[in-house]
Nanobody, 128 residues
Framework: QVQLVESGGGLVQAGASLRLSCAAS????????MGWFRQAPGKAREYVAA????????YYADSVKGRFTISRDNAKNTEYLQMNSLKPDDTAVYYC?????????????????????WGQGTQVTVSS
């Protein structure tokens, strides 16, 4: 069983930066893709970014491209989301997620249905 624990959220002003972390435990974490999603109040959860097991391929939603960077440290079983130039629209609960299946180029990691394990979420609030 994979367990995911996020940290690093908080309240910041627009234009500031935050780094979220997701500590993962489980037997196959190192061979899986990982992703970040977010859910704003009153809205559906949406995809933010994903990364392949080696960290050599990263994928982003258009809304965060150029401002957010996803990375991972497999020695620490930890995934990160560096968020720069934050905007009030980035306010949301941020979740890290991991699939059960090993990484594959045929899997669309933008889709929630392809993830099996979820963290409890960390709140990010950006004030204007």
């Amino acid at each position: 069983q994979v367990q995911l624990v996020e940290s690093g959220g908080g309240l910041v002003q627009a234009g500031a930066s935050l780094r979220l972390s997701c500590a993962a435990s489980g037997p196959t974490v190192g061979s899986n893709a990982m992703g970040w999603f977010r859910q704003a109040p009153g809205k559906a959860r949406e995809y933010v970014a994903a990364i392949n097991p080696s960290g050599t391929r990263t994928y982003y939603a258009d809304s965060v491209k150029g401002r957010f960077t996803i990375s991972r440290d497999n020695a620490k079983n930890t995934e990160y989301l560096q968020m720069n130039s934050l905007k009030p629209d980035d306010t949301a609960v941020y979740y890290c997620a991991a699939p059960r299946a090993p990484y594959s180029l045929s899997i669309d990691y933008r889709r929630e249905r392809n993830y099996d394990y979820w963290g409890q979420g960390t709140q990010v609030t950006v004030s204007s």
